[in-house]
């Protein structure tokens, strides 16, 4: 009844988006995506496929994960990304069989320890989660400010330059994750080791 199957370049992008778009279309701070986008975060250099899988049930598309492995991280460690299960099939233990395969594709690539977030509210998913041994690391808000208020006098640091970053140079894109990286060490939500 079941398929979990490895995500196909070329093929599985439009999968990708209305999934995407069905099981997080009611997040505030998530828009719905096109295909032309999901493209264009295939060009990056820090995508990756081969920890993306799709579930099938009955033949029919049912969901899908993603076991991201980040290749500039000198660490271990993987992240379970845009677990989603379509509504019509909840309930199948579809969600679970989709952590199970990213924890062995991580502990498979070496990952010594996953990472994921959920929000709060979304108390399936968090079950599923601490059913596999993650562990709350944190909490965050997301917080919304009306642009009409932003104050003008809050003081300008002359020594600091802010520039647009060149995502085409493999340099710039290490500077950046590791300065991601220093930046949220302690700003974690679940987190479970993969032996």
Known sequence: MLNIRP??????????????????????????????????????????????????????????VNAYIDKLREEKKGFIQWLGVLPKFRGKEIAKKLVEKALKSLKERGMKVAETWAQTDRKGCLHIFENFGFKQARTTSMMKTNLHFIPSSIGENKEITIREAQLKDDNEICILKQAEQRSFQRTLQLQTKTN
């Open 7 to 64: 995500f196909k370049k070329g093929f599985d992008e439009d999968i990708f988006v209305s999934i995407f778009n069905a099981v997080f279309g009611d997040y505030d701070d998530i828009r719905s995506i096109t295909l032309e986008e999901m493209k264009k975060m295939e060009e990056s250099p820090s995508f990756n496929t081969d920890g993306m899988f799709i579930a099938e049930w009955k033949g029919e598309t049912a969901g899908m």
